[in-house]
């Protein structure tokens, strides 16, 4: 099941509670400020790496967690994995200069904490922890969370009360869609657009899953919808083909 509101929320308290650095203006700014071979960054300094691409960003949670909801372009490096300095050592091609951001699901969670310490002690230099992790990135509207195939399908099967929104366009969608789906075209918005839409005013908490043709598109109406109150936004990060072929005929 989703995070409640008062979770998420007493995890930005937390962080807000959390020693910060001398400079801090805001929450976007504060950081544990704990003491580590790795630096740890801010929800501020973690926007910053998602556009501009400076940093590989590794979720050290397990699958589950990681198919249910992940920071875009996060690669998953289970931190309970054996393997796990190996299966990074691949995905950076062994360049142990590659700069790496490593979080997991919060202040409290160790998993990011503990392979930072294998990955320096593996000869890493630039390792660092978003450690405020998952619900504080969600709680400060870090942006949607990509979400995967199977996923997807479960919630479609089992949460009667999640939204799933088509955007791609109105023609594609009168052919064929998920029964129930709303429509928003990624190449069609504009002002008002998605206050026309008749999503939820009264659980601002409720499950919004965005698909299209690929994730790119889906992302694009997800980014802007995630500025509006709802909180628990996301989108698929394949094709709509792909969740026509594991769902059941209908």
Not at 16 to 25: C, D, K, N
Not at 44 to 54: K, N, P, T, W
Request: net charge neutral.
């Amino acid at each position: 099941m989703y995070a409640s509101i008062l979770t998420v929320t007493a995890f930005a308290l937390a962080a807000l509670s959390a020693p910060v650095h001398a400079e801090t203006a805001d929450i976007f700014h504060a950081t544990l400020g704990e003491t580590s071979p790795t630096v740890d960054i801010s929800t501020a300094e973690m926007r910053q790496v998602l556009e501009d691409g400076s940093a590989l960003i590794i979720d050290t949670r397990t699958v589950a967690e990681f198919e249910s909801g992940h920071i875009p372009g996060a690669k998953l490096v289970e931190r309970t994995s054996k393997t796990a300095v190996a299966t990074v050592a691949k995905i950076t091609a062994d360049n142990k200069a590659a700069k790496l951001v490593l979080y997991c699901n919060g202040p409290y969670c160790q998993a990011s904490r503990h392979l930072a310490r294998d990955l320096v002690a593996a000869g890493y230099t630039n390792v660092t922890r978003y450690q405020l992790g998952l619900p504080v990135w969600r709680a400060l509207g870090g942006g949607p969370l990509a979400v995967e195939q199977n996923w997807v399908v479960q919630t479609f099967k089992a949460d009667r009360t999640a939204i799933f929104v088509d955007t791609r366009s109105a023609a594609e969608f009168a052919k064929s869609t998920l029964p129930n789906a709303l429509n928003i075209p990624a190449d069609e918005l504009a002002a008002g657009k998605l206050k026309r839409l008749p999503l939820p005013d009264d659980d601002f908490n409720r499950r919004i899953v965005l698909f299209g043709n690929d994730g790119t598109q889906a992302r694009k109406v997800a980014e802007a919808l995630s500025k509006r109150p709802w909180h628990n936004v996301a989108y698929f990060s394949g094709r709509l083909a792909d969740l026509h072929a594991a769902l059941p005929a209908h």
